[in-house]
C-alpha cells in the first residue's frame, strides 16, 4: 500500500547511462494489479524469518546453501528443509533464521542467485519469498 495514488512520468530524471528513471508497465500483460480480478488472485505475505525456496537443483542439500551464503557475505540460515519429491525437474523447502532482518537481507542477496545445473547448462535461478510457516524444521 502506497500513499502515493500515482507514479507521475514528469518526475523521471535521466540515469549515468543515458537511460530514463521511469518507465510505464501499466499496459504490460505480466502487471499483476491490472484489475481487480487479477489483484484479488496475489496473496500478499508480510515479511517473516523463514523464506520458501523454489527452482532449486534436485541435488540441493544445507551445505550448498551455507556456500552460497558464505560466497554473497550474509548469515547463514539457522535451519534448512529442503521438500523431497514434489517435482522431477527442480526442489524447493524451507530456509529459516534467527531474525526477519537477517532473513530480509539474504533475500536481496540470494533471490534470483544462479546455481550450477549438474544435469544440463542452463543454471538454476533460485526464487525466495516469505513463507507462512512458522520454522523450517
Given amino acids: 500500500v502506497s500513499k502515493q495514488q500515482a507514479i507521475m512520468p514528469g518526475q523521471s530524471y535521466g540515469l549515468e547511462d543515458g537511460s530514463c528513471s521511469y518507465k510505464d508497465f501499466s499496459g504490460s500483460r505480466n502487471n499483476r494489479f491490472s484489475t481487480p480480478e487479477q489483484a484479488a488472485k496475489n ?3 508480510h515479511p ?3 523464506l520458501h525456496f523454489f527452482n532449486a537443483p534436485l541435488e540441493v542439500t544445507e551445505d550448498n546453501f551455507y ?3 558464505d560466497e554473497l557475505g550474509v548469515k547463514r540460515p539457522s535451519s534448512v528443509k529442503v521438500f523431497s519429491g514434489k517435482s522431477e525437474r527442480s526442489s524447493s523447502g524451507l530456509l529459516e533464521w534467527d531474525s526477519k532482518s537477517d532473513a530480509l537481507e539474504t533475500l536481496g542477496f540470494l533471490n534470483h542467485y544462479q546455481m550450477k545445473n549438474p544435469n544440463g547448462p542452463y543454471p538454476y ?3 525466495l519469498c516469505f513463507s507462512t510457516a512458522q520454522h523450517a524444521s
Avoid: P
Fill in 43 to 45: 496473496r500478499i505475505q
Fill in 125 to 127: 535461478t533460485l526464487k
Fill in 67 to 69: 556456500e552460497i551464503c
Fill in 48 to 50: 517473516s524469518n523463514v
